[in-house]
């Protein structure tokens, strides 16, 4: 009877400890004949194991244990509905004491709360503090976002990112917010300290750059400075992060040989977006209404439906077949497009390597390495890239304007600006728009405050230089769009062009000697102000990120350092407009001016390759000659294949390719991928969330970047540049038509 009861107790609790679950019942009438082994089998949960694994005893223990862990898995699952603590704190206070005070003090956390810091950040800190000690999740992930001193300092590893999404994605208690704060630090050591130098010339990669933790760091990477990355409460403010981590970072580097200056800008602490604005949702719509007129255009071109003439100017259809096509004009020079587009993709590389120098990388003193050598001045030399397109636009202008003031004897200057501001403007509106109002909502990541939201900000305010064509004049660090210092300094240049056309044409010797001695005085003003104000138009290695900016602000956006070369176009376009197209020269001058221009060419593209190395210090001389003379000898070459294939008087393998048809599509495409290349790079360095390891001809040619250029350039081409040339067409030939019948009334 005994033994009855204590198997019918067992049954009934475990019955109860299975309530609503389907489970086998057992009844008084068939329980005296069941054996322990056959109640095993029934009790067991786990068929798959036998039931001589267990004494009945043991079973009932582990049914019992079962039913605990599975109260507690209940429990455990409605603890952690609160993410504002640690529900598991009271139930394992005195083990989490210890792993936290275990952990803190291996990798020790960043106090925000430290220094003379806002009373609100000040009590955040302590909660965030407090809530880390629990391991509460939202501190846990605050404490993990922070960046932690890596490996590979000596391979140049020292700028940490830390984790920006899961910093910006914090909600912690009593309303804290997670902020993502990207510092610069600069390290300097103690000069009388030999032991140090050599490990803190490892650490900065060999000053591949020089900066200071003031340089403008939007256009120019600040390659010298240190990037932290600290996750903190979002009360505490740019000045609170400041003052608490060169607070921390005094106690540790007092009375050792390292110096270190904190500065935390205000734009690189980032929270989590809430909103986009209205202006942004405007010029989003635009683009879409400007997408939607091109389609109703081509339905209209396509299906023959008379309308205006203006409304066709947006077809896409249409557009594209002039996109495509391969059709010379009238009086085309054809090897022009063909040095366009060398230089287009050699701008397109050495920006692109520029680009690359805002980024981390694990192994950066090694790519420094990789990169102080001869072989670089291929992207060292970004300057030489701009002054063909200057040539081309004073030879297109004079080819242009001798046609028409031998045609009509005279200029309708009026109509000319007019034209050049129809076939400039819409595209670069276009591009302020959008990189002024939308690219800013379009990603995010550690640095993109500092490469795209500055740019959208420095726009905002100086919009209006850029569509006077006077914004390089204000300094290379402030422009809105740096990149197109280029259209200011053309629209001056052309500006200007009429008056020495004119000069040239009405006065051909006086207007020559003129014009050659404004491309000598061009030319001096360029080696002097370069010698005396000790700049670089070659990116040595070594160089100050000062240095730089001073070079561009005092010489390389400037129309008068630029004008030689414009000047040399003027000559081209002349020349070509007077030299018959059979005219033969004299084989002793063919050769003395190939050999003549390829001599030139090699010393101003190969000739400052030694300022590469990464042994070099700078001498003025190098950099001034560099600057007053590689201009004119990297134009010279394709200025004399210009000529030399347009009379005839060539037709060598090099004349050949840059007369391929193909380069006709570039060439409609190159002002859109002047345009677009650089929005397309910063939007790239502004997402990159962690260190890279650097491999230079997987990011150099990063084919997928290049196929964005190339998708946004046709976009541009095909929705606004080639509609609003259609445009000017059509007003220049009704004005033509006007014109026409107001004298023959």
Not at 294 to 309: F, L, R, V
């Amino acid at each position: 009877m005994g033994i009855f009861v204590r198997i019918w107790t067992i049954v009934f609790l475990v019955k109860l400890s299975y309530a609503g679950k389907s489970v086998d019942v057992l009844t008084s009438n068939n329980l005296n004949t069941l054996e322990e082994e056959e109640i095993l089998l029934v009790l067991s949960r786990n068929k798959t194991i036998s039931a001589n694994n267990f004494t009945l005893i043991e079973l009932i223990e582990n049914q019992r244990n079962h039913t605990i862990e599975t109260s507690k898995d209940t429990l455990r699952t409605e603890k952690l509905d609160d993410p504002h603590t640690n529900s598991f704190y009271n139930d394992f206070s005195e083990e989490i004491d210890r792993e936290a005070k275990r952990l803190l003090q291996i990798l020790p956390a960043y106090n925000p709360g430290v220094g003379r810091v806002s009373p609100q950040c000040k009590r955040h800190s302590e909660i965030f503090h407090r809530e880390l000690a629990k391991f509460t999740l939202w501190a846990l992930k605050m404490y993990d976002a922070t960046a932690k001193i890596p490996s590979g300092l000596l391979n140049g590893n020292i700028n940490q990112f830390g984790d920006f999404d899961e910093c910006i994605g914090i909600q912690g208690s009593e309303g804290i917010q997670g902020q993502y704060c990207l510092a610069y630090l600069h390290l300097k050591i103690d000069e009388s300290r030999i032991d140090l130098k050599h490990l803190h010339r490892l650490v900065h990669s060999h000053y591949a750059f020089k900066s200071n933790i003031t340089d403008a760091g939007h256009r120019l990477p600040r390659y010298s400075i240190v990037n932290w990355a600290v996750c903190t409460p979002a009360s505490c403010n740019f000045k609170d992060v400041e003052t608490s981590l060169h607070d921390i970072l005094t106690r540790y580097t007092s009375q050792t040989g390292l110096k270190i200056t904190v500065k935390v800008n205000k734009e690189m602490c980032q929270v989590k977006r809430k909103s986009i604005p209205n202006e942004t949702m405007f010029v989003s719509l635009f683009f879409m209404a400007i997408f939607a007129l091109t389609i109703i255009a081509a339905c209209y071109d396509h299906y023959k439906i008379p309308t205006s003439e203006l409304l066709l100017s947006f077809s896409l259809k249409r557009n594209f077949k002039k996109l495509i096509s391969l059709e010379r004009g009238q009086n085309d020079i054809a090897t022009l497009h063909g040095v366009r587009a060398i230089n287009a993709m050699m701008l397109v590389l050495a920006h692109k390597s520029m680009a690359l120098f805002f980024n981390p990388y694990s192994n950066r003193t090694e790519m420094s390495e990789y990169l102080g050598k001869p072989w670089t001045v291929i992207g060292r030399a970004a300057s030489l890239y701009t002054d063909p397109f200057i040539m081309l636009s004073g030879l297109l202008t004079s080819y242009s304007f001798i046609e028409k003031l031998k045609k009509n004897g005279n200029l309708n200057i009026k109509d000319e600006y007019l034209s050049r501001l129809i076939r400039i403007v819409p595209p670069l509106a276009t591009l302020i728009l959008l990189c002024t109002y939308v690219l800013p909502y379009f990603g995010s990541g550690p640095q993109w405050n500092l490469v795209v939201t500055e740019h959208a900000n420095i726009c905002k305010r100086t919009w209006w230089r850029n569509f006077l064509f006077i914004h390089n004049y204000f300094g290379f660090e402030s422009m809105c769009l740096t990149h197109t210092h280029h259209l200011g300094i053309d629209t001056q240049l052309f500006i200007l062009s009429p008056l020495m056309i004119l000069f040239l044409y009405k006065k051909p010797k006086t207007g020559t000697v003129f014009l050659i001695i404004c491309a000598l005085l061009s030319t001096a003003l360029r080696y002097f102000v370069t010698y005396y104000k000790k700049l670089n138009n070659y990116v040595f290695f070594g160089t100050s990120i000062k240095q730089l900016y001073d070079t561009a602000n005092y010489s390389y956006i400037l129309p008068s350092h630029r004008l030689t070369v414009y000047i040399i176009g003027i000559f081209i376009g002349y020349l070509l407009r007077y030299l018959p197209k059979d005219y033969k020269m004299n084989k002793i001058t063919l050769y003395v001016g190939w050999i003549l221009c390829t001599i030139m060419f090699c010393c101003a593209f190969f000739g400052p390759a030694h300022m590469g190395s990464i042994n070099y210090i700078y001498n003025p001389i190098d950099a001034a000659m560099y600057n007053a003379f590689a201009p004119i000898g990297w134009c010279a070459i394709f200025a004399w294949v210009i000529v030399m294939h347009h009379t005839g008087n060539t037709n060598g393998w090099f004349g050949k390719f840059l007369a391929w048809k193909g380069f006709l599509i570039t060439t409609k495409l190159s002002y859109a991928i002047y345009l677009t290349q650089f929005p397309i790079f910063f939007y790239n360095v502004g997402s990159i969330r962690s260190a890279e390891h650097f491999e230079f001809f997987s990011m150099q040619f990063n084919l997928h970047e290049l196929l964005w250029i190339i998708m946004l350039s046709i976009t541009l081409t095909l929705l606004i540049d080639t509609p609003f040339q259609n445009i000017k067409n059509y007003l220049m030939r009704k004005s033509s038509k006007t014109t026409k019948l107001l004298k023959m009334q």
